[in-house]
Nanobody, 123 residues
Framework: QVQLVEFGGGSVQAGTSLRLTCATT????????SGWFRQAPGKEREFVAA???????YYADSVKGRFTISKDNAGNTLYLQMNTLKLEDTALYYC?????????????????WGQGIQVTVSS
């Protein structure tokens, strides 16, 4: 059974950094594509970042240059380093995994999801 569990969320001030971790079990992590999505109150879930099995990365324009997605295949772990956080980064963040990642920015392409973790950025 595939499981994804997010860690590392919390409440931080604008301009600071936070690193999210997604621990995964139950699938061949190295051969899957992985991504991060987020959902703010009253808004639809949106794409944040993705990484393919080969290491190619994709970012939403709103986070490009501030966020970095990475993975540790040996540890079956996905990361999202978030720097220079802004108020608008406040959301519930989800990690996701896809056996076939054809459209990294589309949530419908992902097969498995974590339960989500809250990130709150204040001024």
């Amino acid at each position: 059974q595939v499981q994804l569990v997010e860690f590392g969320g919390g409440s931080v001030q604008a301009g600071t950094s936070l690193r999210l971790t997604c621990a995964t079990t139950g699938h061949i992590f190295a051969s899957y594509g992985s991504g991060w999505f987020r959902q703010a109150p009253g808004k639809e879930r949106e794409f944040v970042a993705a990484i393919t099995w080969s290491g190619s990365t994709y970012y939403a324009d709103s986070v490009k240059g501030r966020f970095t997605i990475s993975k540790d295949n040996a540890g079956n772990t996905l990361y999202l380093q978030m720097n220079t956080l802004k108020l608008e980064d406040t959301a519930l963040y989800y990690c996701a995994a896809a056996a076939e990642l054809d459209y990294p920015t589309k949530d419908s392409d992902y097969d498995y999801w974590g339960q989500g973790i809250q990130v709150t950025v204040s001024s």
